[in-house]
């Protein structure tokens, strides 16, 4: 059975690390695995999704509307651009976080206050973290990608993968530990 | 060995393992990280080309020296590249070629979504067209083989979603593959026309080669699950036709796609009640269904333009998509993309845009995003290079009409050294009343940071002769020149209104780096300043006029509560447009 994980954010937020890093251990846990990101225009501050499939024999990369098994989003608003992507059962978890569009920014669009309750309205299976605070926590803000890769490990039940050495093999040096922590961390919120 | 690779790693594994030697390129996405990855693999030469023209004609003389060569680009790379690649399918190779085309159904990144597959039949050149990683390598591995064989270049058509998309790759070692000699042959390699004429009639006889050859590779096959319903596909299309129906149909797989098989595409079809053709794009393979015989359900069930996702092709077989969750989609806000916190464009076009009776002529880049809100600073684009020449008939015109208009045309230094300096030169030659801008930002910005003609590093981060842009300028014949820091806002508008009050053309060249680029020594010494603090907003100063919001800068907002501007203090890399332009002094700064 395939399973599809959508990971959206908001370009610079460092979608495509984290889902590099899951695809490498599932590929290590003997899954077929596959990818799909788009590069570019979108990355200038754009909406940007990172599509990660997986199972005994996956054949295309990109995800179907409705069949996601979970959303990880980054940013509260693209967890809601995002949401016709998910299974009628899947799961979402968002980062209570807000990133103004440029419409928003310009005063010609409203940046909704109640986007967590909407979410909740729609889907059954909402876990709501705040990423970005417990990466500053851990002093270093940059690993909010790295805590919601963590969410993901614990939701899709991927915590016997040995995410030690895949972080130590494909981290750079001086960011393993904290990379590491924040696996931790991310695990923990769900 | 096993990897996780994406389309484009894996073309340049496979380009690699078949021994290539020479590695010419452009960036566009997404082709971009093809050369990127290349010029990581120490045995190769690897080169980033200032246009795809001149990235497959020094492909090409690789190959005709003896090497086996490859040049990559972005679908519409592939038209700035046609004159070259047209006449040396006449000649054939020395050493194996290959010329990747990234084509972009979906146009996620591109200003149009033509089908390089017509290329293919126009040059008649041999094509082919893997479905994910695992077959970009293979069939690179494969296509030197077939170049050397056949004596013809071969275009491997990509797509976006194969370039980006990632699978799971078995790799290999490189292969010993010795490069050949050179030989002087004026019969294959030269081109006056008693020489091309006897190359035309062997081009021919090639095609019929290799139509033989594409009837029996194993690159085209028909996998028979005893259906009725058949489907006939290419590229990534089939992994997206197998998620759909699965064993469910039976297949006809097609990976060398000029010149097509029609007898396996007969024997495919004969029989089957339905079948369908699934390709992005033009319907060229449904026109050879056709042409042999046969009436697939083509371009009347799926469209002929954007991708054809799974989702996609499920709606129009079976009329309806997964179901997903039901949400108001009416409080979800477009995110279209914006120039980045600090980027040095913004002060140039803040003031451009209050100009008043200026037609902007843009270019292709991160700047095309000028003619967005708050700036409005951009009345037309179209391909690279095509600022300054547009821009110039435009003046033209204006100018005979004694119209109260003046031209302002805007493009990068990655593009100015692409096709921008020939436009420079009609500027200049032709004495048109423009102003031209180059953005200089130090670096290929909107592809993802590559070097280039005038960053003074090559491909692999060594040190190239830098060409100053300034000279550059100056040598062709440019007399009124300016170099100013964009990031002032007053400098900014005193340079384009000096600018505008010239009778002949002048050029403006913003010089300060990319917000994202990795600075060099070089960079570090030349600008020391340079994104080192953050601004603040001083409540108790701030009056929430709004005044600085018109900037576009994605790191300001209005604060929800107090209806105050704040900054984004994991954004602000302290550019100070915003403290330039707040009428109150409430814009401060402080060390990162």
Sequence with gaps: MT????????????????SKLLTLGLMEEGFDVKMSEIHGMSQRGGSVSSQVRYGDKVWSPVIEKGSADMIVSFEKMEALRWLEYLKKDG?????????????????????????????????HDVTVVNATEEAVKLGNGKVMNIILLGTIIKAMKLDNIDWDRIVRENVKPAFVEDNLKAIKVGMDLV | MKKLMTGNEALVRGAWEAGVNFASAYPGTPSTEILENMSGYKEVYSEWAPNEKVALEAAIGASIAGARSMASM??????????????????????????????????HSSQNEQDNRHYAKAAKIAMMEPSDSQEARDFMKEAFEISEQFDTPILMRMTTRLCHSKGIVECAERADVPAKKYEKNIAKHLNPPAIAKKQRILLED?????????????????EDNGKKVGVVVSGMCYCYAKEVFGDDVNYLKLGFTYPLPSELIKKFCTGLDTIYVIEENDPILEEEIQRVGFAPKGKNTFPAYDELTSDVIRKCVFGKTFESVDYDRTKVVARPPALCAGCPHRGLFYELGKKKNVLISGDIGCYTLGFADPYNAMDLNLCMGASFSMGHGAAKKFEMFHEDMRVVSVLGDSTFFHTGINSLVECIYNGSKTVNIILDNRITGMTGHQENPGTGKHADGSDATELDIETVCRSLGAKNIRTINPNNLQLVRETLDWALSLDEPSVIITKYPCVLKKFSEEDKAKFPDAYKTKNIVDKDKCIGCKMCLKSGCPALFLNRDDKKAEIDPLQCVGCDVCQQICPKNAIGKVEK
Excluded: W
């Design chain 1, 3 to 18: 399973k599809s994980v959508l990971l959206v954010g908001v370009g610079g937020q460092g979608t495509i690390l984290a």
């Design chain 1, 91 to 123: 799961k979402v978890v968002v980062n209570d976080h807000e990133m103004m569009p440029m419409p928003v920014i310009m005063g010609k669009a409203d940046y909704a206050a109640d986007i967590i309750d909407e979410i909740k309205k729609a889907c």
């Design chain 2, 74 to 107: 972005k679908h519409v790379g592939l038209n700035v590249a046609a004159d070259p690649l047209f006449s040396f399918v006449y000649q054939g190779v020395n050493g194996g070629m290959v010329i990747i085309t990234a084509d972009e159904p979906g146009q």
């Design chain 2, 206 to 222: 090639r095609l019929v080669k290799l139509k033989e050859f594409s009837e029996t590779t194993h690159l085209n096959r028909i």
